[in-house]
């Protein structure tokens, strides 16, 4: 799977400043509320092995370790979020059971996991089918992640969005991918859809795997 993001333009975007922002809401607030329904609709993570995708601070990480998984990944193209990440996790009494790479998870020999999230990262990669296939074929069990809803003002944003990126010469992009085909791929790759749900901003999907996927057999254990 090519890089779908450029770590350059990512970190413009993603940077220490938005890390620091991220753990002060997530200390004052928690997770917000479409986090907070990918967790409770995972089920029981009970010893699950976890792998956040583009997951910033690890706050999904964060509270599934909490409720009973056995470690996390956390794999971020911008190593920006570390030091917030690495705080959050001590403050949680977690650290040695967290792990942060920072590179493209598709590529660089991350192992697959009993669950994969990944909240708000679809709308940041230009190819969606490459993105979803390879988290759908890390899914040993569950994946689940969010994406905006398929609004016009969620694409008039979007727009708004890159015509600043672009005046600011950065070659970070949003986008608003189909919903129907973003829930296509995990189906493709052995997963069925357990959970759907639109909120007010973000929708969310839940896939639990029901056979093996084109790509599951050739990615090694951890």
Same mark, same amino acid.
């Given at each position: 799977?090519?890089?779908?993001?450029?770590?350059?333009s990512y970190v413009e975007v993603?940077? $220490?400043r938005q890390a620091r922002r991220d753990a002060r809401r997530y200390r004052k607030k928690g997770l917000d509320r479409t986090?907070?329904?990918? +967790?409770?609709?995972?089920? !029981? *993570?009970e010893d699950a092995a976890v792998l956040e995708v583009g997951g910033g601070v690890g706050a999904i990480g964060l509270e599934l370790l909490r409720s009973g998984a056995s470690h996390a990944i956390n794999v971020e193209l911008s190593p920006e979020y570390d $030091?917030?990440?690495? $705080?959050? *996790?001590?403050? *949680?009494?977690?650290?040695?059971?967290?792990?942060?790479?920072?590179?493209d998870f598709a590529r660089d020999g991350v192992p697959p996991a009993d669950i994969v999230a990944m909240h708000r990262v679809v709308c940041c990669y230009p190819d969606y089918e490459e993105l979803l296939g390879a988290a759908s074929d890390h899914a040993r069990h569950v994946l689940v992640f969010s994406f905006p809803r398929e609004t016009w003002w969620w694409r008039l944003g979007v727009r708004a969005m890159n015509a600043f990126m672009r005046l600011r010469r950065s070659g970070f992009r949003a986008y608003v991918h189909p919903i129907a085909k973003?829930?296509? +791929?995990?189906?493709?790759?052995?997963?069925?859809? !357990?959970?759907?749900?639109?909120?007010r901003v973000w929708r969310m999907a839940v896939f639990r795997r029901t056979r093996p996927g084109p790509g599951y057999a050739h990615i090694p254990p951890g």
């Open positions: 799977m090519p890089s779908c993001c450029s770590p350059g993603f940077g $220490a986090a907070q329904l990918m +967790v409770e609709k995972v089920g !029981d *993570a $030091a917030e990440a690495w $705080a959050l *996790a001590r403050e *949680a009494h977690v650290e040695e059971r967290v792990e942060r790479r920072t590179g973003l829930l296509a +791929v995990p189906e493709q790759h052995g997963l069925s859809l !357990d959970f759907d749900h639109e909120g």
